[in-house]
């Protein structure tokens, strides 16, 4: 093998770097993630199944759907969507449709941080929350839960500063950690 050869081939992407191939980094990070994904996977289709007898009330009732993308699979105009969105795993569960511009839940002014038009950065906040599931594995719940609790003590709210698992997600641009800020 020529010098050339030699220096072309090391440029050439490696095995988790070409499309559609697995990445095993990612492949082992949801396999220790899968405890919380089945959660998110039965609390997601429970929600689906609540959300269709939903249907069943007059009036326009959204249609709960089943999606892919943002590193889950997407629970979308799911009644058990918490305030906006809850992550389990390598699932997200979404209270309306986040990516419709004209959804009443989401329009509705001061019901969530974010706009419809936001649906997007909701899902790339909610993505950051699947990587740290799949970095913590089991301890994501635990972790979760004790730093929602921290920041309700210290900041009067679930999401605020003190709870560590959403400094990153909330980060501009949204990554799965962050390093306290300054006070």
Not at 41 to 61: E, H, I, M
Not at 71 to 99: C, K, M, Q, S, W
Request: hydrophobic share 30%; glycine share 12%.
């Amino acid at each position: 093998m020529t010098m050339r050869e030699h220096a072309e081939l090391a440029k050439a992407p490696k095995l988790r770097d070409r499309p559609g191939r697995l990445d095993p980094r990612d492949v082992a990070g949801k396999l220790w993630s899968a405890p919380n994904t089945a959660l998110g996977l039965a609390y997601g289709l429970t929600g689906c199944a609540a959300g269709q007898l939903n249907r069943l009330r007059p009036g326009d009732q959204p249609d709960p759907r089943i999606q892919v993308g943002h590193n889950a699979v997407e629970f979308v105009n799911n009644p058990f969507g918490g305030v906006g969105a809850i992550t389990l795993g390598n699932t997200i569960t979404y209270r309306g449709d986040p990516f419709k511009p004209d959804d009443p839940f989401w329009s509705r002014e001061g019901t969530v941080p974010w706009s419809a038009e936001d649906g997007r950065a909701l899902g790339q906040h909610e993505r950051q929350h699947t990587v740290q599931g799949q970095q913590l594995g089991p301890a994501y719940l635990p972790s979760n839960l004790l730093g929602g609790l921290r920041s309700l003590f210290r900041d009067g709210e679930w999401h605020g500063d003190s709870n560590w698992n959403e400094r990153g997600p909330n980060a501009d641009p949204p990554r799965p950690w962050a390093s306290r800020k300054p006070e």
